[in-house]
């Protein structure tokens, strides 16, 4: 098995940032996608940020030229570095990855969330 450990969450006043890691652990061949997904109180989950292997990446138009994901392939860790923080990205962030086990299976895997609230 797989398992996603978030951490780097907490409360933090509009305008500034926090940094969220990811650290995937187990029975990993190899990580093709990494991302983070999040939901507010009421609303669905949504995606965040991704980044692939080879370190393109993906993101959602709300958080483009604040936030920034990064990635360790060596550390199987991805993070996400989230700047010039609003009120409206208080949510639970959720780390996911796309994995191909040591057994040659394909696994999508969730961590258990850490909360970010943006409040004064």
């Known amino acids: 098995q797989v398992q996603l450990v978030e951490s780097g969450g907490g409360l933090v006043q509009p305008g500034g940032s926090l940094r969220l890691s990811c650290a995937a652990s187990?029975?990993?061949?190899?990580?093709?996608?990494m991302g983070w997904y999040r939901q507010a109180p009421g609303k669905e989950r949504e995606l965040v940020a991704t980044?692939?292997?080879?370190?393109?990446?993906n993101y959602a138009d709300s958080v483009k030229g604040r936030f920034t994901i990064s990635r360790d392939n060596a550390k199987n860790t991805v993070y996400l570095q989230m700047n010039s923080l609003k009120p409206e990205d208080t949510a639970l962030y959720y780390c996911?990855?796309?994995?191909?086990?040591?057994?040659?299976?394909?696994?999508?895997?969730w961590g258990q969330g850490t909360l970010v609230t943006v409040s004064s």
């Open positions: 980044i692939v292997s080879g370190g393109s990446r």
């Open positions: 187990g029975s990993i061949g190899a990580i093709y996608v």
């Open positions: 996911n990855a796309g994995v191909r086990t040591t057994v040659n299976t394909y696994l999508e895997v």
